[in-house]
């Protein structure tokens, strides 16, 4: 097959002449329209000589939008792909780039989906004018959350998200100790508490100067491969936390 | 063919061609407008009994958390700028206002810079109650900035072929070089954004799946029985019971979701792409209704229709209307039918996709390490 036209057209895309050796010389390779892209290069139709700066500038622009799109493709991989060699020498770099705006995490339900359900309960504690200590019932948070979930087409992020991603946040940052490591450990705990003092105020009428969770860590009935379920022995595998007492603030902090 | 043949040169020549000489898939990226505009809109609305809890001054996130957190982690929020309850209703009432002018494709440039803003603003205040489907609206918001999303089936598509010019918009009367410079550069940028979505998307799925293949459940086939066990993603106990008892169902549709998931990066460039997208689509569907995810499968569903070409929704236009008009001749003139291609194809695809799961896990911190399968 011939060559394009404009291949061979001296001076390449940046002369207007080129247009027109295309345009004459235009047998050749249809499906890539090497006409129109052509013209498009060499400058608007109908203006003579584009002026050089414009066209440079213009191709380095291109040029450099190509090297964004391109860096972005790679420091998200980077960013989204387990941890690799490549991705801990470039740490610095790529963290400056993704965060904060293109933080992303695809492990949906993945390696493996969660195979608990978290029960989180609270309670609270007040002086009474006697001097006694009266501390009320539990209140079963996730309940709550099941029931607003149960029969909506379209379940609220406060009932499927709010309790259950501040908790695995909690324990992300807690481990299996209640002291706070970490700022942001501090920051989670408050984010908790709040969220169960909201809860438990509008259930109980009133806000309680202490307040206490009790997560209840719940497997779901195992499934083998060849199909067999474990015998549902809820109570036996029961693992219950017990958090301490929080003092509770006026404004949440 | 010629292709094989062609110098470096020509073939750079060719791609600086192919991005610089027209916006591609303009319909497709109309779809995304509409698409996240309207999901975003639902949301919105769907949350207006929680919106204060969500994302005003009296969330549990409280404002001094959440100024603490931007402070740690360089994000900003215009709903960080004042505590007051009258303010965050104002802002509330705008994302509202914004998300659908931004799926009608109103003044669609500036209103996509907004959009992005806003949705910016509303995720980051509310980061530790969100979810993959939040994520991937934030990031589709930044991209479609980028791109001439207004272009097609829109509002300013309509003024434009209203003032003569051909429906494009900005292609009145060449006004010489730096007109023609202009036009490049947004063409330029339209397509560069359009790559950006492709390879975000391909990463999604591509990330989804291998990090499934390492699970043993996944690899075992009994993942989707934990799945339909999860408390909170189980809207309709009965039916999720019923999927639960169909052991061998749940093992082929697992080892799909991951085949295909893997899958999708490769066969995007031939005809496979099509079962496959149907695939994907009744998968995300079957999220969507299951697991009581709308709003997640609806933002994977609308990611990937960005794959299907714009002959397709030339097609789905010429469809629409035809039927609109039969619709109209033999019944009643009194249904205001408006023909308008966008409607349709969008309420006719928005429900479904979505991977299997759930919350971005870290939120705006950068800790958590991915839980390993045991080797």
């Known amino acids: ?120 309960s609270a309670r609270t504690a007040r002086t009474a004018a006697d001097g006694t200590v009266q501390v009320s019932e539990w209140f079963d948070l996730t309940a709550v959350d099941k029931a607003a979930v149960e029969h909506s087409p379209f379940p609220s992020h406060t009932a499927q998200n709010e309790l259950r991603r501040a908790w695995t946040s909690y324990l992300e940052l807690h481990g299996g100790s209640d002291e706070s490591p970490s700022a942001r450990a501090v920051m989670m705990q408050k984010y908790l508490r709040n969220i169960a003092v909201a809860r438990t105020s509008d259930h109980f009428g009133k806000a309680a100067p202490f307040i206490q969770l009790r997560v209840v860590t719940v497997p779901v009935t195992a499934l083998r491969p060849d199909g067999t379920r474990t015998a549902q022995s809820p109570p036996k595998n029961l693992e219950t936390r017990l958090l301490p007492w929080w003092k509770v603030t006026s404004d949440g902090n | 063919m010629a292709t094989e043949r062609l110098s470096v040169r020509d073939r750079s020549r060719r791609l600086y061609a192919l991005l610089t000489e027209r916006p591609l898939s303009l319909y497709a990226t109309a779809v995304l407008r509409i698409g996240y505009g309207l999901l975003y809109l639902g949301f919105l609305l769907r949350e207006f009994p929680h919106r204060d809890e969500i994302w005003g001054p009296g969330s549990p996130w409280t404002p001094e958390l959440a100024a603490e957190l931007y402070d740690q982690t360089g994000w900003a929020s215009i709903l960080a700028l004042s505590d007051s309850r009258t303010y965050f209703e104002l802002c509330y009432a705008l994302a509202v206002v914004v998300s659908a002018l931004f799926a009608l494709g109103w003044r669609t440039r500036a209103m996509s810079v907004l959009f992005a803003l806003l949705v910016a603003s509303f995720h980051s205040r509310s980061i530790f109650m969100t979810d993959g489907g939040d994520n991937l609206i934030l990031l589709m918001a930044f991209y479609l900035v980028l791109t001439a999303c207004g272009r097609r089936w829109s509002l300013d598509a309509r003024r434009a072929a209203r003032h003569g010019a051909a429906g494009d918009g900005r292609t009145t009367a060449p006004t010489g070089q730096l007109r023609w410079a202009r036009t490049t550069l947004v ?180 800790s958590s390490s991915p839980s390993r399968p045991p080797s």
């Open chain 2, 187 to 366: 063409t330029v940028l339209h397509n560069c954004g359009l790559i950006v979505i492709a390879v975000q998307v391909c990463f999604l799925y591509g990330s989804a799946g291998l990090y499934k293949v390492q699970g043993g459940t996944w690899g075992g086939g009994t993942a989707l029985h934990y799945v339909l066990n999860l408390d909170l993603f189980r809207p309709w106990p009965a039916l999720s019971q019923i999927a639960d008892e169909q052991t061998v169902l749940l093992a082929i549709t697992g080892y799909a979701t991951v085949l295909l998931q893997v899958a999708f990066p490769f066969v995007l460039f031939g005809r496979l792409k099509y079962p496959v997208l149907t695939m994907l689509l009744g998968m995300h569907i079957g999220i969507a209704v299951l697991m009581g995810l709308p709003l997640f499968s609806g933002a994977m569903i609308v990611a990937d229709l960005i794959f299907l070409p714009d002959r397709f929704y030339l097609a789905l236009g010429h469809l629409c209307r035809r039927l609109a008009r039969r619709e109209l001749r033999p019944t009643s003139p009194s249904k205001p039918a408006s023909p308008s291609p966008e409607g349709p194809p969008t309420t006719a695809l928005l429900p479904q996709q979505g991977g299997p799961d759930g919350p971005v896990k870290s939120g705006l911190h950068a």
């Open chain 1, 1 to 120: 097959m011939k060559k394009t036209g404009w291949v061979s057209v001296p001076g390449g895309i940046d002369s207007l002449e080129s247009v027109e050796s295309v345009e004459s010389a235009g047998t050749t390779d249809t499906e890539q329209r090497p006409d129109s892209a052509e013209v498009r290069e060499s400058g608007p139709p109908g203006v003579r000589a584009t002026s050089r700066v414009l066209r440079v500038g213009l191709r380095t622009v291109v040029f450099l939008c190509l090297a964004t799109v391109l860096t972005h493709a790679v420091l998200v991989f980077l960013h989204i792909a387990p941890s690799n060699a490549v991705s801990q020498r470039y740490s610095r770099q790529i963290n400056a780039w993704v965060y904060p705006l293109f933080e992303q995490n695809w492990r949906l339900f993945a390696p493996d989906p969660d195979s608990v359900n978290r029960q989180i």
